[in-house]
């Protein structure tokens, strides 16, 4: 079984930035992919971004050039630094893992979930 914690989401000015980080425990994160969702109130859960165990990334079209992921496979934990944020960005962000080698966007991959975190961007 694997655990997922979100941390370091908040309220920030539009053009602001945010640092999400999310810790697994309960086995390694290699080789699972990570990735990050976000759910607004009232839409679908959108993909976000995906790393692979070896760190290749893939983006939404819409944060592309603004989001970063990184990972950390010695602290098990992965990243996603926000930047020049938009109040589009405001939903609840959510870490996923796959059990399985995958840089799919299809929230149907993924087998284990975070708890959320908030992230308000004000205009």
């Known amino acids: 079984q694997v655990q997922l914690v979100e941390s370091g989401g908040g309220l920030v000015q539009a053009g602001g930035s945010l640092r999400l980080s999310c810790t697994t425990s309960?086995?390694?994160?290699?080789?699972?992919?990570m990735a990050w969702f976000r759910q607004a109130p009232g839409k679908e859960r959108e993909f976000v971004s995906v790393?692979?165990?070896?760190?290749?990334?893939y983006y939404a079209d819409s944060v592309k050039g603004r989001f970063t992921m990184s990972r950390d496979n010695a602290k098990n934990t992965v990243y996603l630094q926000m930047n020049s944020l938009k109040p589009e960005d405001t939903a609840v962000y959510y870490c996923?893992?796959?059990?399985?080698?995958?840089?799919?966007?299809?929230?149907?991959?993924?087998?284990?979930w975070g708890q959320g975190t908030q992230v308000t961007v004000s205009s």
């Open positions: 309960g086995r390694t994160l290699s080789p699972y992919a």
């Open positions: 790393s692979s165990w070896g760190g290749d990334t």
């Open positions: 996923a893992a796959a059990s399985v080698a995958t840089m799919s966007g299809d929230k149907d991959q993924y087998n284990y």
